[in-house]
């Protein structure tokens, strides 16, 4: 989970440099989402044809075999996931690294007002106590007392709203579609969608180092996924859960050791409040789960 979290701060690095010129050329967001998805893709064919030929297949194909994918619900998964990552990729090139990550750190809480609206779920007084608390730290980091709202941080945080969306797609995917199919399904869908829309803008990169970071979006963004699946298979969510919040440390890191960019007092302390009400919302997600899985328990009988 450290590792997948090292991995995914990288990949706003990558996306500053290229996005700002740092890399040697100024290579437009919708060019960085397309090569977040179009590498990736390649990548995830490469592991899933490693993984078939040493016999591991059920990663992709479960014994007893799974159902017919669901296309209609990858192509909206995908579809936001491009779009989440397209918006954050646009941020990440004008604003602190640290910043960008602080508000997609409120897509918890854009999981769970979708969920409500959208799957009918019931939430208590903890859990709506903990979404006010993220976004009012997110407003903390809009810096609205400076007379002006970045954009950029509206690209971040409707990149965190979508990103909220997302999640709701992809539990409903989880339970049905094994992921290495999933991951197959939607990077290729992300780099049809990313092709298509970069074409406008497109422009050949030009140098070594544009050329590897390009590689390096997809590339290292379908390693973190894999980290992430791992982690999750070996121990139990609630221990992984938290460990996301350091996506931010290393994302400072990089932007002080690479940009000499410091995160100011403003910046930690939003990025402290949004935090508080994600561990807040995850603590109460956790202890709900447990009571679920008491209950069911209790019900099943000896």
């Keep these: 989970m450290l590792s997948c979290t090292m991995l995914v701060a990288g990949t706003t690095l990558f996306a ?3 996005g700002n010129g740092a890399a040697g050329q100024v290579i437009p967001a919708l060019m960085v989402s397309q090569a977040r998805f179009l590498f990736g893709f390649l990548a995830v064919v490469a592991v899933l044809g490693m993984r078939r030929a040493t016999g591991h297949v059920a990663w992709v194909e479960p014994a007893g075999g799974a ?51 959208l799957l009918g779920e019931k939430v208590g007084p903890w859990r709506w106590a903990a979404a006010g608390i993220a976004l009012f730290g997110a407003l903390v980091l809009l810096r609205p007392g400076a007379g002006i709202i970045q954009p950029a941080a509206l690209l971040a945080l ?3 709203a979508t990103m909220g969306l997302e999640s709701i797609a992809i539990k409903r995917l989880a339970t049905t579609e094994p992921p290495g199919r999933t991951m197959l399904i939607n ?22 180092l544009v050329w590897a970071l390009l ?13 992430l699946l791992a982690a999750n298979r070996l121990v139990d969510a609630s221990f992984v859960a938290p ?3 350091l996506t931010l440390v290393w994302a400072a890191v990089y932007d002080i050791a690479v940009f000499d960019v410091w995160p100011d007092a403003i910046s930690l302390l939003g990025a402290a409040i949004v935090i508080t009400g994600g561990l807040l919302l995850t603590w109460r997600e956790i202890r709900a789960r447990r009571l ?11």
């Design 187 to 208: 990077n290729a869908m992300g780099a049809a969608i990313g092709c298509a829309a970069a074409l406008p803008v497109f422009i050949w990169p030009q140098g070594g």
């Design 215 to 227: 590689i390096a979006m997809g590339v290292v963004m379908v390693s973190a996924q894999i980290l």
């Design 16 to 18: 500053k440099a290229l």
């Design 158 to 160: 409707g990149a965190a």
């Design 243 to 245: 460990f996301w919040y």
């Design 67 to 117: 159902p017919r994918p669901n296309w209609a619900l990858h192509l909206a998964r995908s579809s936001l996931g491009w779009l989440g990552g397209f918006l954050m990729f646009s941020a990440a090139a004008t604003m602190p690294l640290s910043d960008v990550n602080a508000l997609s750190f409120v897509s918890p809480v854009a999981t769970m007002l979708f969920a409500v609206l």
């Design 292 to 302: 679920r899985q008491g209950l069911v328990s209790v019900n099943a009988g000896p």
